[in-house]
């Protein structure tokens, strides 16, 4: 068990009650559901896009990318280079249609377009992705925290499901955007601290770094094969142009900052400056990773044997900062990590329970009838209580994985559902009606759960000749194709085109 300095101690608490207070401290602003969901739509594009880029930079980020390129090489490095070209669609495309609508929820087009079935589906397929998104997170940083505190694993990730769901309770999406500010900045800093004290504590130098790395082949961008099977740089790039399309065109997480930024101007900054931010701080992530594994082949009597980084290579970072970073710097990276979790559990918090306010709760609990401010907020309150619990219960599920970033990306392409196949659907074809929407989903998630199960070792043996000969990471690629392209092809045989419906364009 390790105890940390009271310096780092300090640090940590400084933290923690500097978050937590300031993230409360907008509950004067969040008083109204307008408030408490969309910040007056008044938030600035810089802030805004700080927030996007936090999101994006959660604990995943922080352990599991280090972790891969420790193990591996830099092939997921390759989903941060899709980001440019999903950000240029987002910005022509996307942000111009959900700033017209001024609708809060990402998916009340939906019924407009297809029907309310496809709004309903839409919205579970988020919820679902985001209780598979906090658990990662959650389980990330109480996997780093646990061999530096000596405390378990199930403890720390009740105590950060806690404190995340306090200040998201009182703030609102102001409070998550504002804290997400703080903590891109926190975390960014910490990463570069590891950066420093790798580069100067090689034994050799830091051109050893990448002469160890050469050797072993760690900086690969992946194989530049055909192969449809194994995570190839093409596959690669194709999962993540899709996963970051869906993200900014159709991921409520996104949306709902969108609407909450001041202008049209400020909305498509945004985008710009949290996709362009991600793509070198990933890099830094993956550098990390490739220097730890040099650091210790290098030094491997640092590397005790109670740190099993063939099996759990996550767990290799969080040693590293237990062992090697001098003290009030420990406490800075630990801070950092926890910046890392709560700048993407809070955002799923607050904008899971804004969808059940909006898309469920007054759809079909009040069936239409008017919600008075007080009780929408009470449902937001209740809603989003009762999702920081599930997503903790996800959390503790996810101590029983190998690797966190592989099952983060599996049950994200599984759960998205392909709803950006439906959402390209209803902008690309005006005859796409109802029936084709709803050919193309069934079929598409048919496709899914086939390649879903097909690829899980439980698949009998006697059904080997109908496995999918294709990698995880195109579930949603080709669940998202099939979904388009079936729909394309209904609707040109059954469709007229659609007119126009007022709002929606």
Known sequence: MHEL??????????YLGGVVGFGCWFVRYSRNAEGFMAAGRSMPGWAVGLSIFGTYVSSISFLALPGKAYAANWNAFVFSLSLPVAAVIAVRYFVPFYRRSGEISAYHH?????????????????????????????????????????W??????????????????????????????VQSVVLTAGALVCVGVLLVGMPEGPGQIFRIAGEHHKLSLGSFGSSVSESTFWVVLVYGLVINLQNF????????????????????GSVWLG???????????????????????????????????????????????????????????????????????????????????QDVYKRYVRRGREVTDRESMRVLYLTTVIWGALGTGTALAMMQVKSALDAWWQLSGIFSGG????????????????????????CGVLVILWMTLSLSPRWPESLQRLRSPMHSFMIIVV???VILLVGLLVSRFRGRPLSRTPGVR
Request: hydrophobic share 55%.
């Open 479 to 481: 669940g998202t194709l």
């Open 249 to 268: 065109g159709i991921d409520q997480s996104y949306v709902q900052r969108y609407i909450a930024a001041k202008d049209d101007r400020a909305a498509a």
């Open 419 to 442: 709803m950006l196949g439906l959402f390209l659907l209803g902008r690309i074809s005006r005859r796409a009606k109802n029936p084709a929407a709803v050919t193309s989903v069934i």
């Open 5 to 14: 300095p009271l310096a780092d101690v300090v640090v940590l608490l400084i």
């Open 152 to 181: 378990e694993v199930w403890l720390i990730v009740l105590i950060t499901g806690a404190l995340v769901t306090l200040y998201t309770l009182l703030g609102g999406i102001e409070a998550v955007i504002w804290t997400d500010v």
């Open 110 to 150: 939906l019924e407009h377009r297809f029907g309310a079935w496809a709004r309903l589906y839409a919205v579970i397929c988020y919820l679902l992705t985001q209780l598979a998104r906090m658990g990662t997170i959650m389980y990330l940083v109480a996997l780093a925290l646990a061999p530096l505190t000596g």
């Open 275 to 357: 996709a362009l931010l991600y793509l070198p701080v990933s890099a830094m992530f993956f550098f990390i990773g490739t220097a730890l594994f040099a650091f210790y082949t290098a030094q491997p009597d640092l590397l005790p044997a109670s740190v099993d980084a063939a099996a759990k290579p996550d767990s290799v970072f969080p040693h590293f900062i237990v062992s090697q970073l001098p003290t009030g710097m420990t406490g800075l990276l630990v801070a950092a990590i926890f910046a890392a979790a709560m700048s993407s559990v809070d955002s799923s918090l607050n904008c899971s329970a804004t969808l059940f306010l």
